[in-house]
């Protein structure tokens, strides 16, 4: 099996503050993407490389050569400052792009999201806003 770890990868932008703050496991033929010590994605590696699904994921992956790039905005994740509702909130180009008024900020702000498991099967997202679109949970041992 193969087993790797990517901590504390770190992607510049054109103006050299930090785009994107990896934390990347992958562990046999799963990836687990980490924000601010949670897992916000799983998947298998195809999954998460070609069709992300967290805001997180997808700023990570646009990164990658061939990607469009996603700058984030706001402060680097801070493990002394853990945000309320989903932790990624504060920079979440998703949650940023929603109309005034749409009550869904609301979850995103003050609701935390699940707590993913780390060798979860299927593919799980941890947004508020996956969550609602997809309808969707995957069973035990489903891809
Ligand atoms: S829950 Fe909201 S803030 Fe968190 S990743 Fe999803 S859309 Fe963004």
Same mark, same amino acid.
Do not use: K, M, N, W
């Given at each position: 099996m193969l087993d790797v770890l990517i901590t504390g990868g770190e992607v510049h932008d054109g103006a050299g503050s930090p785009a994107v703050q990896a934390d990347v496991g992958i562990a046999g033929d799963r990836v687990a993407v980490m924000y601010l010590g &949670?897992?916000? #994605?799983? $998947?298998?590696?195809?999954?998460?490389?070609l069709r992300p699904r967290h805001p997180y994921t997808q700023a990570l992956i646009s990164v990658l050569p061939g990607g469009q790039g996603t700058a984030l905005g706001g402060e680097?994740? *801070?493990?002394? !400052?853990?945000?309320? $509702?989903?932790?990624?909130?504060? &920079?979440c180009p998703r949650l940023a792009a929603l109309p005034a008024? *749409?009550?869904r900020a609301d979850l995103c702000r003050a609701a935390p999201? #699940?707590?993913?498991?780390?060798?979860?099967? $299927?593919?799980?997202? !941890?947004? %508020?806003?996956?969550?609602? !679109? #997809?309808? %969707?949970?995957?069973?035990? $041992?489903?891809?």
């Open positions: &949670r897992i916000v #994605e799983v $998947g298998t590696p195809g999954q998460i490389l680097p994740p *801070d493990p002394t !400052a853990i945000p309320p $509702g989903c932790r990624f909130h504060p &920079r008024g *749409d009550t999201v #699940e707590v993913l498991p780390a060798r979860a099967s $299927g593919s799980l997202a !941890a947004c %508020h806003l996956v969550a609602s !679109a #997809e309808h %969707h949970h995957s069973p035990q $041992g489903a891809r």
